[in-house]
């Protein structure tokens, strides 16, 4: 069964950073592309970031374009979001989910194992 586990949420004040982590398990993920996305109470749960198989393209949401960064250990079955400058709209849970196409997509439609998201706060 292949499963996803996010971590690295908390409460965080703003300007601050940080480091999420994805763990899967129960299957090699290390062929495909990976992706992060976050809903806020309220919100559809919207894309923030994708990473092809090898890390080689990378594709981001405007509003965090120059603050968040996404990388991937395939060693170790990892993907990670680094996020600085945080800001308390991005104050919302995080999800970590498996791509079953290409590249690094931003449609929700072709993800389809998820995490249980982790938590992220971001207070003025």
């Known amino acids: 069964q292949a499963r996803l586990v996010e971590s690295g949420g908390g409460l965080v004040q703003t300007g601050g950073s940080l480091r999420l982590s994805c763990a899967a398990s129960?299957?090699?993920?290390?062929?495909?592309?990976m992706g992060w996305f976050r809903q806020a109470p309220g919100n559809q749960r919207e894309f923030v970031a994708a990473?092809?198989?090898?890390?080689?393209?990378?594709n981001y949401a405007d509003f965090v374009k120059g603050r968040f960064t996404i990388s991937r250990d395939n060693a170790k079955n990892t993907v990670y979001l680094q996020m600085n400058s945080l800001k308390p709209e991005d104050t919302a849970v995080y999800y970590c989910?498996?791509?079953?196409?290409?590249?690094?997509?931003?449609?929700?439609?072709?993800?389809?194992?998820w995490g249980q998201g982790t938590q992220v706060t971001v207070s003025s």
């Open positions: 129960g299957r090699n993920f290390s062929s495909d592309a």
């Open positions: 989910a498996h791509s079953f196409a290409g590249g690094a997509p931003a449609a929700r439609f072709v993800y389809d194992y």
């Open positions: 990473i092809s198989w090898n890390g080689g393209i990378t």
